[in-house]
């Protein structure tokens, strides 16, 4: 999807549709890379490595964390632990962070979503 950068590519939550082949299908629409799902909206995420994961990464998460109880990280096809200072950052703004491959991350949080939690998913996308 073109455009604004600092626009989303969704306008609300939305459960994913599919994912693999390095993107992801939701809403009807496909979106090549990584995405940050929250509940006000679907953001293209510039995160392919877990390594990289960071707060500065997760900015649009702590901006929203009061709406946030739970975040689950798909961290691609391999396992990641967080470090303990992004763990402490989140549970200082009350949000629980869960890490798991995407595709256990992508099928929870479709769960959660429909369950009417407040969840944000943040996802690698994976080949």
């Given at each position: 999807m073109a455009g604004d950068p600092n626009a989303p590519h969704f306008?609300?939550?939305?459960?994913?549709?599919?994912?693999?082949?390095?993107?992801?299908?939701?809403?009807g629409m496909s979106h090549r890379g990584s995405l940050l799902c929250l509940p006000e909206a679907i953001w293209a995420w510039d995160v392919t490595d877990p390594a990289k994961i960071d707060r500065y990464s997760l900015d649009r998460v702590f901006a929203a964390a009061g709406g946030i109880d739970t975040l689950l990280i798909g961290t691609g096809t391999g396992l990641w632990l967080p470090p303990p200072e992004l763990r402490q950052a989140l549970k200082a703004v009350r949000v629980v962070l869960d890490t798991m491959q995407t595709g256990p991350a992508v099928r929870t949080y479709n769960i959660m979503i429909g369950e009417r939690r407040r969840v944000a998913a943040a996802l690698i996308a994976v080949p």
């Open positions: 306008p609300r939550s939305a459960p994913i549709e599919a994912y693999g082949k390095g993107g992801f299908v939701f809403a």
